[in-house]
C-alpha cells in the first residue's frame, strides 16, 4: 500500500508576470530616486569590470612586450584603483537595492497588516491562523531576495554581457565571431538544462512534501502507531518516501553538475579557440598578446553571471507566487461591518429604548434579533432584552443555547440578521465601531494573554488605559499578586501567559477591562473549573469588576447569578425565562433545572 | 558518515583529477604563449596547443560531473540515513517524550538541521576539498613560474582569511540576530490574529499597527546590519585579488621586461592567481558551515540519544494467548508533578465488562492507558493474565488490546485503509463487517466512494462522530482480547449511541471491555462500574448498586436526567 503519494505536484509559476510587477511597482515608485541612483551605478560596475582586462591588455602590449618599465606603475596604481572602485560601487549597490528592499517589505508588510486588522470576524474564523502568519513572513520574504538578487542584478549582468561583446568585437571581429561559436552551444544548454532541471525540481517538492506530511502526520499520530503494533509498516512507508525523495534529488544533483561543468568546459573550449584561432593571427601580425590576454580575460567574465542565471530564475518565479498570494488577501475585502446612515433602522423600537439622547448611558436594547453563524443555523431566533443603565443582567443556559453570541452581537462582532440591538435608542450600526466599541469592555471566556509585560497586557498598548493599569489591578484584586512578581509591572508575560496560573490570567483580563473604564460590561464567566484559590481571587476580581456599571454577564458562577439584578434563560435561541433568581426558583421552570444542574456549589 | 568513506575518497580522487584538468589549462596557455613569442624553442604549434586545452577542458567537464555527483550524493545519502535513523527513534519513543516536545520543533529538527547537515556533509566536504587540492596545486605551479613573484603574491593571503573569518563570524551573529527578530515578528502576527477579536474589542487596531511596525522597524534593521556584513565581503574578495595582480603587474612585468619571466608565464600566473581568489574566500564560508553544521548535529543527537520510558523487557515472559484478566495493584502514576493515579487496587475478571466515570481530569483515561503501556508502570504492578505487564514482550501486549482514544486520530488515507490499519492485510468483508458494527454502514452510503473515501486534508472532513466511528471499527476489526473504549461516543447523538452499543453488545464475547466514560449512558451494559475522583477509586459497584449507594455516581445519575429533562422543555 501506498500512502505517501496524496499529494499533488506543486504548480510552478511564471517568472514575469506583468499585471503582478505592475501592481508591484507602486510601491517601489517612492524609493525611485535610491532606485535610479542603484541603477546608475550599474554602467560604472560595468564599466570597471571591462576596464579590467584592457589594463592588462595596454601593460603587455605598451610596456611589457616593449621592454618600457616608465608609465607600468602607474598603469599599476590604476588598475588598483579601478578594482577598489568596482567593489566599492558594488557593495554602494547592493547595499541600496537592499535598502529599498527593506524598505518596500515594510511597507507591505504593515500594509498587509493593516488591511487584516480591518476584516470581520467571519473572516477569522474561517481562515487559519499559519496562512495568515505566512503571507505576512515568508511571502515578503522572498520579495526581499528578489531585491537581493532578482531583477536589478540580471540588468547589471546584462550590460556587462553586452559590453564584452561590444568590446571583443571592437578588438578583432573575426576572433570575436570565432570566439562566440561556443555561445549556440551555451543558450542551448541553459535553456536545455533549465527545463530538465525545472522538470527534476517539482518532482522533488512534491515528494518533499509527501515526505513532510507523512512525518507531520505520523509523528501526530504515534500513539495510533504504537497501539497498533504498526512501527515496522509504517518505517516502511517512511523509508519508500525517504528513498523516493532522496533519488528525486539525484537528478537534480547530476543536471547540476552537469550544467556546472559544461559552462566551465565552454569557458575553456572559448580561450583554446583564442588560442588556436588568435595565436594565427599573432603570427600574422593582425593580433597583439595583450589583445589575446584581454580577450582570454574578457571570455572568462562573459561564463560567470550565465552559471548562476538559473538560481535566479527560481527566485523571480517564487517571488511571482508570492505576489500572487500577498495580492489575493490585499484584494479580500470581507471588511469589518460598515457603519448605516443614521435614519429608519431605529423604527419598530420599542418606546422605552427611544428616549435620552444624553451623554451617559441610559438603557440598551435587543429586539428581536435573529442570528446564524452558518446559513440558516439560526443560533438566536427571535431574542429579545431590554437593560436599563447600572443593571446586572445574567444570562444562563445550556452549551450552544445562544449566550455568547449575545454578547457577541453587542460589540459588533457580527451583526445581526434581522432585528436590530440598540443603545440609547440608536441602532448600534448607526455608531462608528470605535464609539461603540469604547463604550463597553468585553471579557472572553478565555482570557487571552499577549507575550510583553503584565502592564502592555493590561492597557495593551493604550496610553489612557496605561495611565490606570495599577488602578485597574487594584480594582479587581490583581495588584497582589503583581506585587509580588519579581519585576511586578514589567514582568513578562510568556507565550499565551504560561507563567500564570488559570486565576491569574483571569485577574489579567478583568483588569483590562477596568483600565479601559467602559460604561457597559460584557462578560463571559469561564466555565473551565479552576483550584479553590483561583476561585476565590475571581470572586474578588468580579465584584471590583462589575462595580458601577452596566453588565451583561454569561453566568456560570452561584454567586454571580445571585448578585444579578434580573437572569435572562435562554434555551434554543430564544429567551425562556426571566426573573430574578428568587422568582425564577419559585417558578420550578427551565432555571430551577438548571441551576441544579450548573450552580450545585 | 558509515559506509560513505569510500564514496568521499573516490569524490576526493575526482576532484583532484578535475582540478588537475583545470590547472594544466594554465599552463598550456604558458606553453602556447612562448610558442608564439619564439616559435623555434616550442613543442606544439598554437593550434596543438588550442587542442590540448580544448582537451584538458572536456577532461575536466567530464571528470566534474562526477565528482560533484559523487561527493553531493554521499551527502544526499547520509541525509537518507540519518533521517531513517531519526525516525526509527521517533517509533519507539512515547507519549511522555511526544508530550514534552512540541511537533513543530521535531519537524523543524528534521527538516532544517538535517539540511544543514547535508549542506555540510555534502557541499562543505565538496568545497572544503576544493579549496585544499587547488591550494596546493596552484602554490606548486605558481612556485614553479617564479617563487619570488609567489612569495609576494601569496604573501597577503593569510590575513585575508583571518579577516574573513572575523566577518564571517559577525555575519553568523547578525545572522542570529536577524532569525530571533523574524521569530518576534512572527509572534507578533500570530498573536494578533489568533486574539483579532480581543483586538477588536478593546479597539487596538491602530495601536496594534503601531506596535507591528515598530516590530518590522527592528527586523528591517537587523537585515540591513546583514546586508552590510554581506557587501563588506566585496571589498575584501576585490583585495584578494588585487592584491595579487598589482604584484604580477609590477613586479612580474618588471621581471618579464628583465627576460626572468615569460609573457606566457606572466598570464599563467596572472590565471593561477586568479583561480584562488575563490577558495581563500570560501575558506569563511566553510567555517561557518561546519559551525551550523555542528550546531544542528548536536540538536539531532538530543532525539537520537532520547530514551523511552516504556521499553521491550529484558527477559520477556511469553504469555501465550493473553485472555484479558487485569489486576491493578497498589498501582500509582504521576505526570510531572500531578498525581494521575493513586494507589489503585482493581481486579477485572477475563470476559468481564468494566465502566469508568468520573470528572475531567480524575485520572479515568490514565488508568486505562496503562494497560497497552501508553504511560510506563513504575510504581505498583499491573498483571496481565497474572503476569507483570512490565516483562511482556510490547507487542504481544500491544496486539491484544483493541484501544479507541479520546482523541479520534485518523491517517490522511481512505476510510477502508484506516479501518484495516488494525489488522494488515484484512479482507473487505472484515472491513466491512467491522464498519457495520461501529455504526458507520448509513454514513457510507453518503460518502462518493463509500469505503474508499480519502480521510483529511485533500479528502472529505469526516464528523466528530464519523471519526470516532472509524476509530471504534478500526479497533473491532483487530478481534482484541482487551476492548479499550475511551469515552469513544461524546461526539455521537443519543439515537446513533443507542444503535452503536447495541451492535456492540453482539461483538463483546469473551472479550474483557473497559468503557470510559463521562456519561453514564454508555456504561448501561456494564457489570461493573468504577467512579474515581482525584486519582483514587471512591465508588465500585453495578448501576443499581451505586444508585442506592446515593453517592458520586448517583449525583451524576441526577444531574444525566436533569438534562435530559431540560432538552426535553
Redesign the interface.
Known amino acids: ?1 501506498h ?1 505517501g503519494g ?2 499533488e505536484d506543486e504548480t510552478v509559476g511564471k517568472v514575469y508576470d506583468r499585471r503582478l510587477m505592475g501592481r508591484f511597482i507602486a510601491y517601489v515608485l517612492p524609493y525611485r530616486r535610491m532606485l535610479t541612483t542603484a541603477l546608475l551605478l550599474l554602467p560604472l560596475i560595468a564599466a570597471s569590470k571591462l576596464a579590467q582586462p584592457w589594463i ?1 591588455k595596454v ?2 602590449d605598451e ?3 616593449k ?3 616608465e608609465g ?2 602607474a ?2 596604481a590604476a ?2 584603483a579601478i ?2 572602485a ?3 560601487l ?2 554602494a549597490q ?2 541600496l537595492l ?2 529599498v528592499g ?2 518596500v ?2 511597507d507591505i ?2 500594509q498587509l ?2 488591511h ?3 476584516l470581520s ?1 467571519r473572516f ?1 474564523d474561517q481562515t487559519p ?1 499559519g496562512s ?2 505566512s503571507r ?2 515568508s511571502d515578503i ?1 522572498v520579495l ?1 531576495e528578489m531585491f ?1 538578487a532578482g531583477i536589478v542584478t540580471v540588468v547589471g549582468d546584462i550590460l556587462v554581457l553586452a559590453g564584452i561583446v561590444g568590446i571583443m568585437l571592437w578588438m578583432n571581429v573575426r576572433l570575436s565571431l570565432v570566439t562566440f561559436s561556443v555561445l549556440p552551444v551555451l543558450i542551448w544548454v541553459a535553456f536545455a538544462f533549465r527545463k530538465w532541471m525545472r522538470l527534476a525540481f517539482r518532482q522533488v517538492r512534491a515528494r518533499q512534501a509527501n515526505l ?2 507523512f ?17 515496522r ?3 516502511k512507508e ?2 519508500r518516501l ?2 523516493s ?2 533519488e528525486a ?2 537528478p537534480v ?2 543536471w ?3 550544467l ?3 559552462v ?6 572559448a ?10 593571427e ?2 600574422k601580425g593582425t593580433l597583439s ?1 595583450g589583445s ?2 584581454a580577450f ?1 580575460q574578457y571570455i ?1 567574465k562573459f561564463f560567470s553571471p550565465i552559471r548562476d542565471l538559473s538560481a535566479k530564475y527560481s527566485i523571480m518565479q517564487g517571488a511571482m507566487a508570492s505576489l500572487e498570494r500577498i495580492f489575493a488577501l490585499l484584494d479580500n475585502d470581507d471588511r ?1 461591518p460598515a457603519v448605516l446612515p443614521a435614519s429608519e433602522a431605529a423604527k419598530g423600537t420599542p418606546q422605552a429604548c427611544q428616549a435620552s439622547p444624553a451623554q451617559a448611558l441610559q438603557s440598551i436594547c435587543f429586539n428581536d434579533i435573529w442570528f446564524a453563524y452558518k446559513d440558516r443555523d439560526y443560533v438566536l431566533k427571535g431574542f429579545s432584552l431590554q437593560m436599563k443603565r447600572g443593571e446586572k443582567v445574567a444570562l444562563v443556559g ?1 452549551t450552544g443555547g445562544g449566550k455568547t453570541t449575545v454578547t ?1 452581537l453587542l ?1 459588533r ?1 457580527y451583526d445581526v440578521e434581522r432585528g436590530s440591538i440598540t443603545i440609547d435608542g440608536t441602532d448600534i450600526r448607526e455608531l462608528p ?2 464609539v461603540l ?2 463604550r ?1 469592555g ?1 471579557v ?1 471566556q478565555d482570557p ?1 494573554l ?2 510583553g509585560t503584565i502592564a502592555y497586557n493590561i492597557s ?3 496610553p489612557e488605559a496605561l495611565k490606570r493599569v495599577e488602578q485597574a489591578a487594584a480594582v479587581v484584586g490583581a495588584d497582589r499578586f503583581i506585587r509580588e512578581l519579581k519585576n511586578g509591572y514589567d514582568e513578562e508575560v510568556r ?1 499565551r501567559g504560561v507563567n500564570f496560573s488559570a486565576g491569574e490570567r483571569q485577574l489579567i483580563s478583568f483588569a ?1 477591562a477596568v483600565a ?1 473604564n467602559p460604561e457597559i460590561l460584557v462578560l463571559d464567566e469561564a466555565t473551565a ?1 479552576v483550584d479553590t484559590a483561583s476561585e476565590r481571587l475571581i470572586q474578588q476580581g468580579l465584584e471590583g469588576l462589575m462595580q458601577g456599571r452596566t453588565t451583561l454577564v454569561v453566568a456560570h458562577r452561584l454567586s454571580t447569578i445571585r448578585d444579578a439584578d434580573r437572569i435572562v434563560v435562554i ?1 434554543h435561541g430564544e429567551k ?1 425565562e426571566e426573573g430574578t433568581h428568587a422568582e425564577l426558583m419559585a417558578a420550578q ?2 432555571y430551577y ?2 441551576y ?2 450548573q450552580f450545585k456549589d | 558518515m558509515r559506509n560513505r568513506w569510500g564514496a568521499y575518497l573516490l569524490g576526493a580522487l575526482l576532484l583532484v583529477g578535475t582540478n588537475l584538468c583545470g590547472l594544466a589549462i594554465p599552463w598550456l596557455l604558458k606553453l602556447a604563449i612562448e610558442s608564439l613569442q619564439s616559435p623555434a624553442k616550442a613543442g606544439y604549434t598554437p593550434a596543438q596547443y588550442g587542442g590540448l586545452i580544448a582537451a584538458a577542458a572536456v577532461a575536466q567537464g567530464i571528470i566534474r560531473v562526477f565528482s560533484r555527483t559523487t561527493l553531493l550524493n554521499a551527502g544526499r545519502r547520509i541525509e537518507y540515513e540519518l533521517r531513517e535513523d531519526l525516525y526509527a527513534k521517533l517509533l519507539t519513543l512515547d507519549r511522555t517524550y511526544f508530550s514534552n516536545w512540541r511537533t513543530g520543533d521535531i519537524l523543524s529538527r528534521l527538516a532544517n538541521d538535517l539540511t544543514n547537515v547535508r549542506m555540510l556533509l555534502g557541499f562543505g566536504v565538496l568545497s572544503l576539498l576544493n579549496t585544499v587540492v587547488i591550494y596546493t596545486a596552484s602554490l606548486i605551479l605558481l612556485t614553479r613560474i617564479s617563487p619570488f613573484l609567489t612569495i609576494c603574491a601569496v604573501l597577503p593571503f593569510p590575513v585575508m582569511i583571518l579577516i574573513v573569518k572575523q566577518m564571517s563570524a559577525s555575519m553568523f551573529r547578525v545572522s542570529k540576530r536577524t532569525q530571533e527578530a523574524l521569530a518576534r515578528l512572527t509572534t507578533r502576527v500570530e498573536e494578533n490574529v489568533s486574539a483579532a477579536a480581543v483586538v477588536r474589542a478593546y479597539c487596538r487596531e491602530e495601536g496594534e499597527i503601531e506596535s507591528f511596525g515598530a516590530v518590522c522597524d527592528s527586523y528591517s534593521d537587523a537585515s540591513m546590519a546583514m546586508a552590510k556584513i554581506r557587501g563588506m565581503m566585496l571589498p575584501v574578495m576585490a583585495a584578494t585579488g588585487a592584491i595579487g595582480t598589482l604584484v604580477i603587474l609590477f613586479v612580474g612585468g618588471n621581471q618579464v621586461i628583465r627576460g626572468e619571466l615569460t609573457l606566457g608565464g606572466f598570464v599563467a600566473f596572472n590565471g593561477y592567481l586568479a583561480m584562488l581568489v575563490w577558495p581563500t574566500i570560501m575558506f569563511g564560508w566553510i567555517l561557518n558551515l561546519v559551525q551550523r553544521g555542528a550546531a544542528s548535529m548536536t540538536r539531532l543527537g538530543e532525539i537520537l540519544n532520547a530514551y523511552p520510558e516504556v521499553v521491550e523487557p529484558e527477559q520477556p515472559v511469553d504469555p501465550g494467548e493473553i485472555e484479558g484478566e487485569i489486576e491493578y495493584r497498589s498501582l500509582s502514576f504521576s505526570y510531572g508533578s500531578a498525581e494521575m493515579l493513586r494507589g489503585i487496587d482493581l481486579k477485572i475478571a477475563r470476559g468481564s465488562r468494566i465502566g469508568i466515570v468520573g470528572v475531567v481530569g480524575s485520572g479515568k483515561s490514565t488508568l486505562v492507558r496503562m494497560i497497552p503501556r501508553l504511560f510506563p508502570v513504575a510504581d505498583g504492578t499491573l498483571l496481565i493474565d497474572g503476569i507483570d505487564l512490565n516483562r511482556l514482550p510490547l507487542q504481544r501486549i500491544r496486539a491484544a488490546v483493541g484501544f479507541v482514544p479520546q482523541e479520534t486520530f485518523l491517517f490522511s488515507r481512505t476510510i477502508a485503509e484506516n479501518i484495516a490499519y488494525g489488522k494488515p492485510g484484512a479482507t473487505r468483508e472484515e472491513i466491512e463487517r467491522a464498519a457495520k458494527i461501529a455504526g458507520l454502514s448509513g454514513d457510507l452510503t453518503r460518502f462518493p466512494q463509500g469505503l474508499d473515501t480519502l480521510v483529511g486534508e485533500r479528502g472529505v472532513t469526516l464528523s466528530g462522530g464519523q471519526k470516532q466511528r472509524v476509530s471504534i471499527a478500526r479497533a473491532l476489526i483487530k478481534e482484541p482480547s482487551i476492548l479499550i473504549l475511551d469515552d469513544p461516543l461524546s461526539a455521537v447523538d443519543a439515537d446513533t449511541e443507542e444503535e452503536i452499543l447495541s451492535a456492540l453488545s453482539g461483538y463483546y464475547g469473551k472479550r474483557t471491555v473497559l468503557i470510559v466514560s463521562h456519561r453514564l449512558s454508555p456504561l448501561r451494559n456494564c457489570d461493573r462500574i468504577i467512579v474515581l475522583e482525584q486519582g483514587s477509586i471512591v465508588e465500585e459497584g453495578s448501576h443499581a448498586e451505586l444508585l442506592e449507594l446515593g453517592g458520586r455516581y448517583a449525583a451524576i445519575h441526577r444531574e444525566e436526567q436533569l438534562k435530559a429533562e431540560i432538552e426535553r422543555l
Open positions: 500500500m500512502f496524496i499529494y592588462i601593460a603587455i610596456h611589457i612586450v621592454g618600457r618599465m607600468l606603475p598603469l599599476a588598475f588598483l578594482i577598489f568596482e567593489s566599492i558594488m557593495f547592493v547595499y537592499q535598502w527593506q524598505r517589505m515594510y508588510r504593515v497588516f493593516s487584516i486588522q480591518r470576524t477569522f491562523v495568515l502568519v505576512l513572513t520574504e526581499g537581493a513532510s506530511a512525518l507531520a502526520e505520523s509523528i501526530g499520530g504515534m500513539a495510533v502507531v504504537q497501539l497498533f503494533n504498526r512501527e509498516d509504517e518505517a517512511f523509508r525517504n528513498a525523495y532522496v534529488n539525484l544533483i547530476t547540476d553538475a552537469a556546472y561543468a559544461v566551465e568546459s565552454l569557458s575553456s573550449v580561450v583554446a579557440l583564442i588560442i588556436w584561432y588568435g595565436g594565427g599573432i603570427v598578446f589575446l590576454v582570454i572568462e469589518e445550556e457577541r460589540s462582532l465601531l470605535p466599541r469604547r463597553i468585553v472572553l487571552y499577549f507575550s495593551l498598548g493604550d507565550e483590562r479601559f473549573s434555551h425562556a421552570g427551565l433545572r438548571l441544579q444542574l
